[in-house]
């Protein structure tokens, strides 16, 4: 099983990744939205690492990072936790044009993923960046540069807006 510093390594990988696809290749949303996904992943695991804890499926890592869930000695905080559960909707939305919204699943139609969309996943993925950097200090990780209309400069702290 893969260990902290290896989830690290590959989290590193995915931001430098994300940030070498928003500069060079335009109108890639879906694929962007999705790195942000699997960068959260990382960090996740990297967090469930520390307590020796190896999960395959999503639902188990949900369970493990609940803050609701009393016995949990692995849960995230409210904050944290909704940014990681709003990624991965964002990602299912990229992947299989799908909406999440109140639990419901739309199948009548295709829902794209926008530059909105982006915002809101690099966003999310910002708050977990901080919040991981101060759980663990030792970590530190190169602030990105990311282009979107929708995203204000300064409004992020761990990623730079082009």
Not at 3 to 32: G, M, R, T, V, Y
Request: charged share 25%; hydrophobic share 45%.
């Amino acid at each position: 099983m893969a260990l902290f510093d290896d989830h690290i390594i590959q989290a590193k990988k995915n931001l430098a990744f994300l940030e070498n696809i928003n500069s060079n290749i335009e109108d890639c949303c879906d694929w962007q939205v999705t790195i942000c996904f699997y960068c959260a992943v990382h960090l996740a695991n990297a967090h469930l690492a520390k307590s020796e804890l190896h999960y395959r499926r999503h639902n188990d890592v949900n369970h493990a990072l609940n803050p609701e869930v009393a016995l949990s000695t692995t849960k995230w905080s409210l904050e944290e936790f909704k940014s990681y559960i709003k990624l991965f909707q964002l990602s299912r939305r990229a992947r299989y044009l799908v909406s999440e919204s109140e639990g419901v699943i739309d199948q009548g139609r295709a829902f794209l993923t926008y530059d909105k969309h982006l915002a809101r996943a690099v966003r999310h993925l910002d708050v977990l960046l901080v919040l991981f950097c101060r759980r663990y200090p030792e970590v530190t990780f190169k602030k990105i540069s990311i282009k979107c209309i929708e995203l204000k400069k300064n409004e992020l702290k761990a990623i730079f807006i082009a």
